[in-house]
C-alpha cells in the first residue's frame, strides 16, 4: 500500500510538473528558460563580418492551428515526418498570409481577461473564442559549417509574437517570452556536426500578452531574423560604450571627448583568459586611426573574485567604475540628427601572442546629453526641439516584418519632412532601423514594450508583475545602449504609474546616466522624479475651442476638450525646471492635423517647451490581393475599433497626404521652399448678362451645409457628426436671398437657431463630368483647411477634378481650397465655367463624388464615379482640429451661427 501511495504520488508530480511545463506561457513567474542574459546586438566575427554567422531566415515547414491543444506535441522529435505540412518564409507573420484572423484593437485585449491567463473562454462573439490561442509549430534542417566544432554556438531571435520553445535534434533547448525582445541561446550541447533539426513552437498569446496592448494589429508569428552564430570558447559576450566631454560633466563648445568601454567576457571549459586582451581601435570615416587601447580579459572577468579588484571597480558603497577602456579623442566630430557623423569602434580579442581570437564592430557618435537650468533638452551644448512623429512597425503587405527598403524610405520621407525625433512606439524596434537612424541622422525615443491599457495601472501597481516590467526594461536597454540616436529611455505606454515603473526608471538612471528617462503616465503634482521630463497626451493650445451645447459665457468645457491640459500652462508653472513634451499630439486620423501652426507657435515661444511627437506616421492598413485597404473589422475580427487604425501622416504604402506636406512646411518653418504656383494676371471683368449656357447651369445651384463627415468629425464624443444626422444636416437646404445683377449673384445666408455646428456654409453646382479640366487663383496645389493652410501658398494652380479627391481609407471631406478669388472649370472641348469673387475670397473643392454619397460609404474601393463634377463655392468652412483623439476645432475656425454669411461671385463662361 504504501508503495502504491508513493507511486501515486510521484505520478501525481509529474503530471503537475507536464502541466506546468505546457502553461509556462501562462505563468508570469516563467519569463524565459535557459535563455542567455540580455546584451548589445552584434554579432562577433573571425576576419570579416559574417564570417562566423548563419541566417536560418528562409522557408520552414510550418503548421498553424486555432488552439494549443490542437498542435502536434511531439513534432520535435528528431525523423519527426513534417513533409505534408505547409512552406512558411521566415520572418512572416501568420495572419497576412493566410494562417488565422488579423485583430485590431487600439486599447482592451483580444483574449479573456484574467491575467496570467490567456486561454480562458471569452465572449462568443470574440475571434478568440474559436482561435483561442493560435499555435504555430516551425521545422528546418541546417548543416554545421565544419570549423564550428570547436567553440560555442548561439542561436539568436530578434523577434517572436509573443512566446516560443525551441527544440533541436529532439532535445529542448529552453523558452522564451516577449515579441518585441531579442532572445539568444547556447545551443553548443545540442547541435551535432553536419545536418541538424531545429523545432520551434510559437504561441500568439501568453502571459506576457497582457504587457503588450498597444493600439495596433494583433499578429502572430517569427517576424523578424533568425540567427545562428558561432564564437570561440573565450569570447566578448556584451560591451557598452560611452561618449563623456573631457574634464567635467558639462559640455563647452569644441570639446574633447573621453570615450569610454566597459566589456563583459565569457569563458568556456578551461579557458580563463589569461593572457589575452581586448583591444579598441577608433577609426575615422576614411579609415584613419584616432585613438587605440586595450585591457585585460583575466581582470576584467576576475573569476576568483580578488578583494583589490572588486574594491576598485565594484566597491562597497558608491557606483561601480564604467570605464575599463578609457581614450581621448581631440575636438571629434560631433553626432547630432543634422550631422550624424559615425566613426568605426573595431574590438579585438587577442591572445597572449597577438593573434585574433574573435573581432567586433560598433559605430561610435560622439554627443553629449543634458537639461539645462531653463529647461531646456541641449545636444552637445546646443538647444533642440523635438519635431517628432510616433511610429509602428508596419507594413501593408507584411505586417510587422520590416525590410530594408521600408524602413529606408520612411527615414528618407521622415527627413525631407523635416522630422528629427521617432519615438518607437510602443516596443523596441528591430535592430536595424537604430542603424540607419544612427547613421542617416533621427532622434529616437526608445520604448519598452510595456502597455497594460486593458487594465490600466493594475499591473504596475502588483509585485507579482516587477519581474515582467524589469525583464523588458532591461532586455530594451542592454540591446540598444550603444545607439547615438537614441537620447531618452521610455518605460513603456498607458499603463498607469506604480512601483514598478519606478523601478524601471530607478534601474535606468542607474544603469545609463548619459540618457534620460520618460513615461507619459508618470504623472502628479508635480510629476514624480523618476522622469525626467514632463509629458503629455494630446494637449489644448491656449485658445478658445469650440465648445457646442456649452452656453456661451460659461467657464464649462466639452469633456471631449477638457479632458486634455494646455501644455504651454505646464511649462509656465514655477514649481518645475523640467522639459514639458508632448509624446501623442495631432492625432493624423484621415483628413486632419488642423491648427498644427498654433501648437507650433507655442513650442516655439517657451525654453522649457521641447516639442512633440505626432500620432502617427503611417496608417496601419493592410493591402488585400485586389489592392483594397481594409481595416479593423474588414476580416470579421472581433473585439475591433474599426478604422481607428488609419492615424498616419502618411498612408499605409507611405503615399504622401496633404498631411504630409503641412508636417513638411511647420516643422521646416523657413527651411523648406513651398511649391511655386504659376504666374498669374488677375482678369477685371466686368458684369454681364448671363449666357443660355450659364443659366442652364444657375438652375443647377442649390445651398449646401453638409460635408461628409470627417474622422474628427466622427471624435471621441461623436458630436459633430452625430448631430449633423440627428438633425438631417444632409438633406437641409439653409434659408438664403438671393440676388442677381446680370452674371454677379450674392447669396445671404441666415442661420436658423437650434441648428448644429455647421461644417460649411455655400452652394453646390452640379456638372457634367466632362468639366474636368481645373484652375484655380487661391491656395494649393493639394487640399487645405482654415487650420491647415501653411503648406499651400497662394497662386496660380492647374489640376484635374479627377484628382481632387484624396483617397482616404475610410471615405471623408477632402479636397478643399482656401483664400480663392477664382475657380475655372473646362471640358476637353472648351466648354468653360468660370467663378469669381466679387469682394470676399471664397473656398472651393471639384470632386467626382457629392458629400452624401462620400458619407454613405465605409471604404475607399466602394467609391464609384458618379458621373458629374460636384462644384462647391463655400463662404465659410469649418476648421479639422484634432478630435479624432485629442481636442476639438479652435472657436476661431468654426463658424459663427450668430450672424448672417454672404457669398457674392461673378459667373461667365469665357
Known amino acids: 500500500m504504501k508503495k502504491s501511495i508513493i507511486a501515486l504520488t510521484c505520478l501525481l508530480a509529474t503530471a503537475l510538473t507536464i502541466s506546468a511545463q505546457d502553461r509556462d506561457w501562462e505563468n508570469n513567474h516563467v519569463l524565459q528558460i535557459n535563455r542567455e542574459p540580455a546584451r548589445a546586438c552584434f554579432i562577433p566575427y573571425a576576419q570579416q563580418k559574417g564570417d562566423r554567422q548563419m541566417s536560418l531566415n528562409g522557408i520552414w515547414k510550418f503548421r498553424w492551428t486555432k488552439t494549443p491543444d490542437e498542435r502536434i506535441k511531439d513534432f520535435w522529435r528528431t525523423g519527426y515526418d513534417c513533409s505534408s505540412w505547409d512552406n512558411l518564409t521566415v520572418p512572416a507573420n501568420w495572419e497576412v498570409n493566410g494562417y488565422g484572423t488579423p485583430i485590431y484593437a487600439s486599447a482592451g485585449y483580444t483574449f479573456k481577461i484574467d491575467p496570467p491567463y490567456v486561454t480562458k473562454e471569452p465572449k462568443k462573439t470574440y475571434t478568440a473564442y474559436e482561435e483561442r490561442n493560435p499555435t504555430g509549430q516551425y521545422k528546418r534542417t541546417f548543416t ?84 545562428l552564430y558561432h564564437t570561440p570558447d573565450i569570447r566578448l559576450r556584451d560591451f557598452a560604450i560611452r561618449t563623456i566631454p573631457a574634464g567635467c560633466s558639462d559640455y563647452s563648445e569644441h570639446s574633447d571627448y573621453i570615450l569610454q568601454l566597459n566589456p563583459q567576457f565569457s569563458v568556456y571549459g578551461h579557458e580563463t583568459g589569461k593572457g589575452c586582451s581586448l583591444v579598441a581601435i577608433l577609426t575615422d570615416h576614411e579609415g584613419q586611426m584616432i585613438a587605440r587601447d586595450s585591457t585585460s580579459v583575466e581582470e576584467v572577468l576576475d573569476l576568483d573574485h580578488k578583494a583589490a579588484r572588486m574594491n576598485l571597480w565594484y566597491p562597497q558603497r558608491g557606483p561601480r567604475k564604467f570605464d575599463r577602456i578609457a581614450m581621448t579623442v581631440k575636438s571629434p566630430k560631433e553626432w547630432t540628427a543634422e550631422t550624424p557623423y559615425l566613426y568605426t569602434l573595431t574590438l579585438q580579442l587577442r591572445d597572449s601572442l597577438g593573434n585574433i581570437h574573435e573581432q567586433a564592430r560598433q559605430k561610435v557618435g560622439f554627443r553629449h546629453l543634458r537639461i539645462n537650468s531653463d529647461g531646456e533638452l541641449l545636444v552637445n551644448g546646443k538647444p533642440i526641439k523635438i519635431r517628432g512623429v510616433n511610429r509602428h512597425e508596419h507594413d501593408p503587405y507584411t505586417a510587422r516584418v520590416m525590410t530594408e527598403e521600408r524602413m529606408l524610405q520612411d527615414l528618407r520621407l521622415m527627413k525631407e519632412a523635416h522630422i528629427n525625433a521617432v519615438r518607437l512606439a510602443h516596443y523596441p524596434n528591430c535592430p536595424r532601423w537604430y542603424e540607419l537612424c544612427d547613421s542617416i541622422g533621427m532622434y529616437l525615443m526608445d520604448e519598452a514594450d510595456c502597455e497594460t491599457h486593458g487594465l490600466r495601472g493594475t499591473l504596475t501597481s502588483t509585485s507579482d508583475w516587477n519581474d515582467a516590467f524589469m525583464d523588458r526594461c532591461i532586455r530594451m536597454a542592454e540591446r540598444d545602449k550603444n545607439h547615438p540616436s537614441i537620447i531618452f529611455w521610455s518605460l513603456g505606454n498607458e499603463s498607469g504609474y506604480g512601483p514598478n515603473h519606478a523601478a524601471m526608471a530607478g534601474w535606468l538612471h542607474e544603469f545609463d546616466p548619459t540618457r534620460f528617462v520618460h513615461y507619459e503616465g508618470a504623472q502628479g503634482d508635480p510629476d514624480p522624479k523618476t522622469v525626467d521630463v514632463i509629458s503629455r497626451f494630446y494637449p489644448r493650445v491656449k485658445q478658445e475651442y469650440l465648445n457646442p451645447g456649452i452656453p456661451d459665457g460659461s467657464d464649462e468645457e466639452r469633456a471631449e476638450n477638457a479632458r486634455w491640459e494646455r501644455l504651454l500652462e505646464i511649462a509656465e508653472r514655477t514649481n518645475d525646471t523640467r522639459p514639458v513634451l508632448t509624446s501623442e499630439y495631432a492625432h493624423c486620423m484621415g483628413n486632419a492635423l488642423g491648427n498644427l501652426k498654433e501648437y507650433w507657435d507655442e513650442i516655439r515661444s517657451n525654453k522649457r517647451m521641447l516639442g512633440g511627437f505626432i500620432w502617427d506616421w503611417a496608417d496601419q492598413g493592410l493591402i488585400d490581393k485586389d489592392g483594397h485597404v481594409l481595416y479593423g473589422g474588414d476580416f470579421g475580427d472581433q473585439p475591433n475599433l474599426k478604422a481607428f487604425c488609419l492615424n498616419g501622416i502618411v498612408m499605409s504604402d507611405r503615399t504622401l497626404t496633404p498631411k504630409y506636406y503641412e508636417v513638411q512646411a511647420i516643422y521646416g518653418q523657413g527651411k523648406h521652399p513651398l511649391p511655386q504656383p504659376l504666374p498669374y494676371k488677375p482678369k477685371k471683368s466686368k458684369s454681364k448678362p448671363l449666357t443660355p449656357d450659364l443659366i442652364q447651369l444657375v438652375s443647377n445651384i442649390r445651398t449646401q451645409v453638409f460635408r461628409a463627415p470627417t474622422d474628427n468629425d466622427k471624435s471621441f464624443g461623436n458630436w459633430l457628426a452625430k448631430d449633423w444626422k440627428n438633425c438631417g444636416l444632409d438633406t437641409l437646404y439653409l434659408p438664403v436671398t438671393t440676388e442677381q445683377h446680370d452674371n454677379e449673384l450674392t447669396f445671404t445666408f441666415d442661420i436658423p437657431e437650434g441648428l448644429p455646428e455647421l461644417p460649411r456654409i455655400g452652394i453646390v453646382i452640379e456638372l457634367p463630368r466632362d468639366y474636368d479640366l481645373l484652375t484655380w487663383y487661391g491656395r494649393g496645389p493639394w487640399d487645405n483647411y482654415p487650420d491647415r493652410k501653411q503648406s499651400c501658398p497662394i497662386g496660380l494652380w492647374k489640376s484635374k477634378v479627377s484628382e481632387q479627391y484624396v483617397h482616404y481609407p475610410r471615405p471623408q471631406d477632402s479636397g478643399n481650397h482656401e483664400d480663392c478669388t477664382m475657380v475655372e472649370l473646362k471640358t476637353k472641348k472648351g466648354k468653360t465655367l468660370r467663378i469669381e469673387a466679387v469682394d470676399q475670397p471664397f473656398s472651393f473643392s471639384a470632386l467626382p463624388y457629392s458629400a452624401q454619397y462620400i458619407a454613405s460609404k465605409t471604404h475607399d474601393y466602394e467609391l464609384e464615379d458618379q458621373g458629374h463634377t460636384y462644384l462647391s463655392i463655400d463662404c465659410a468652412v469649418l476648421g479639422l482640429g484634432n478630435s479624432s483623439c485629442g481636442p476639438g476645432v479652435l472657436k476661431k475656425y468654426a463658424i459663427d451661427k450668430t450672424k448672417s454669411h454672404t457669398l457674392r461671385i461673378r459667373l461667365s463662361d469665357k
Open 144 to 227: 554545421l559549417p565544419d570549423d564550428w566544432k570547436k567553440g560555442q554556438t548561439f542561436l539568436r531571435f530578434e523577434g517572436v509574437m509573443s512566446a516560443f520553445y525551441v527544440w533541436l535534434n529532439g532535445r529542448q533547448v529552453g523558452y522564451s517570452q516577449g515579441s518585441m525582445e531579442s532572445s539568444e541561446f547556447n545551443v553548443t550541447e545540442y547541435i551535432l556536426p553536419g545536418k541538424n533539426d531545429i523545432a520551434i513552437e510559437v504561441y500568439k498569446y501568453s502571459d506576457g500578452s497582457y504587457l503588450e496592448d498597444q493600439d495596433f494589429w494583433r499578429f502572430g508569428g517569427i517576424h523578424r531574423d533568425v540567427t
